[in-house]
């Protein structure tokens, strides 16, 4: 089967009003849930033939059971290219707002913050080729769709893509467990970077050095830290709060 796979009633209606090129709708048989039913239109509107599968089978080409009665093929997954991205938001006289993740490896925590950065209203997401995950139909289903409307970036160096950004006139913040400045001493104006680091290792030390600052989030409780994903989405939209 060509190309790559995408499940979930969200992801794939995302999928099918993106710019990505879809061959099959796989509609699971007898199914109850009239959004399939739009799904099923929405393909036949964009010439994507549609089958009837049942839901076990849905489930082996998903590689999920929570494929909730709908899979698309689609094209390859496309990143966006840095040297594309930064210079085009600029362009638009609006501040930048990016998202950087150091090495993420759960799919389903990439997923989340890739939602969550749409939801605040991140211009893009950047993330390294190497020792961390990239997008995938977990990814997809994780991020409901999200990866369809926010910009993707895949680089070689993060450390080198930092730079280039603080060169355009980005400031980086990096989020720290440990740091004398919260999330909350900051204004977050301007042209903006919010680096996440890894769920287990942080930001690593080079990645560190290329932050204007690190910010921490402070905690009240008894546990010392946060999931990658949810630190990120609260370190997000104080940003989002501060810039609106």
């Known amino acids: ?48 033939a549609v089958r009837r599968r049942g839901r076990d089978d849905l489930a082996r080409l998903a590689g999920s059971p929570h494929h909730q009665g709908v899979v698309l093929t689609v094209a390859p997954f496309c990143y966006v290219e840095l040297e594309e991205l930064a210079p085009n938001l600029l362009k638009t006289g609006k501040p930048l707002f990016l998202l950087v993740l150091d090495g993420i490896q759960d799919p389903q925590n990439l997923g989340a913050l890739i939602r969550t950065a749409a939801c605040a209203g991140v211009q ?55 740091s004398n400045v919260t999330i909350y001493d900051v204004d977050f104006s301007g042209n903006l970077v919010i680096v996440v680091g890894s769920e287990g290792e942080g930001i690593r030390p080079l990645v560190r050095r290329q932050c204007d600052q690190v910010v921490a989030i402070p905690q009240y409780g008894g546990v010392s830290s946060l999931n990658a994903s949810v630190a990120g989405g609260v370190a997000l939209f104080e940003a989002a709060r501060r810039r609106a």
Not at 18 to 32: D, I, P, Y
Not at 33 to 38: E, L, S
Not at 154 to 165: D, G, I, M, P, W
Request: aromatic letters at 4%; glycine letters at 10%; hydrophobic letters at 45%.
């Open 1 to 48: 089967m060509a190309g790559e796979i995408v499940y979930g009633i969200n992801p794939v209606r995302e999928a099918l009003r993106g710019s990505r090129e879809a061959f099959e709708l796989f509609v699971q048989e007898n199914a109850t849930d009239h959004r399939i039913g739009k799904l099923a239109a929405l393909a036949e509107e964009r010439g994507v």
């Open 124 to 178: 893009g997401v950047i993330i390294p080729k190497d020792r961390a995950c990239g997008v995938t139909a977990v990814v997809e289903k994780a991020s409901a769709g999200a990866v369809e409307t926010v910009p993707v970036v895949q680089v070689t160096n993060l450390a080198r893509c930092l730079e280039q950004l603080k060169e355009s006139g980005c400031w980086v913040y990096g989020l720290v467990g440990e």
